[in-house]
């Protein structure tokens, strides 16, 4: 258990708002995830971070942006969500000092996004 | 990138092993198999990953064949906690690489555990 903390669990909201997801993690792990969760696709990767302010994209990073000021928060920012941005977005982090190849990865509970 | 192929779903009997298939033909000979589990709506669960061995952990057994196009996870005692969605995961992480943990998940199996 990485003590995963995701912010807000659920939230609903409209097209064309601003919506900021937060992870929190209590464990001093260097690495960061966000993926998004949609029935048919399985799990994709948004952004992921290997450091403070060091971040990249993932597969489906269009229309997302994050921000890693600090080790222990990742924050996704939908800057003016779409509906198909509704999703289940799951925070992940993996151990500091694992081999950057490993793929052990601690995930979080989840946020629920529905973008009306 | 490797593919994997499982089944969409698989019953077990509550006590007996459950065995899970993968397969993943396109695997190169320096990358990992990685297979995680999803119960209800949480987070992925990591549970094992090999190379070229078999392993085995607190969680779970892999089999992995020896020309490494498939393997099988196997849970020796199945509980009904243990019914949950069963990702077997590609593309696959070089050893020595440097992909930083980047997974990629498919539809993977469902295990439903019955009583």
């Known amino acids: 258990d990485a003590g995963i903390t995701q912010s807000p669990r659920h939230k609903v909201t409209e097209t064309g708002t601003p919506v900021t997801l937060r992870c929190h993690q209590t464990?001093?792990?260097?690495?960061m995830y966000w993926y998004r969760q949609d029935p048919g696709h399985g799990l994709r990767l948004i952004h992921y971070s290997y450091g403070v302010k060091d971040t990249d994209k993932g597969e489906v990073s269009d229309g997302y942006s994050v921000s890693r000021s600090k080790t222990e928060d990742f924050l996704l920012t939908l800057e003016s969500a779409t509906s198909s941005q509704t999703s289940v977005y799951f925070c992940a982090t993996k151990k500091t000092g694992a081999p950057a190849n490993t793929g052990e990865l601690f995930f979080g509970e989840g946020s629920r996004l529905t973008v009306l | 990138d490797a593919k994997t192929t499982q089944p969409t779903s698989m019953d077990c009997a509550e006590g007996r092993a459950a065995n899970l298939p993968c397969n993943h033909s396109?695997?190169?000979?320096?990358?990992?198999v990685y297979w995680y589990r999803q119960i209800h709506s949480q987070g992925p669960q990591y549970i094992i990953h090999g190379l070229k061995n078999n392993e085995t952990n607190e969680m779970a057994s892999l089999i992995i064949t020896e020309d490494r196009k498939s393997s099988t996870l196997i849970l020796p005692h199945a509980t009904l906690r243990d019914t949950a969605v069963y990702y077997c995961?590609?593309?696959?992480?070089?050893?020595?690489?440097?992909?930083?943990?980047?997974?990629?998940f498919g539809q993977g199996t469902i295990l439903t555990v019955h009583p």
């Open positions: 464990e001093n792990h260097r690495y």
């Open positions: 995961i590609g593309p696959y992480l070089k050893a020595g690489g440097t992909s930083y943990g980047k997974l990629t």
């Open positions: 396109t695997i190169s000979g320096n990358e990992y």
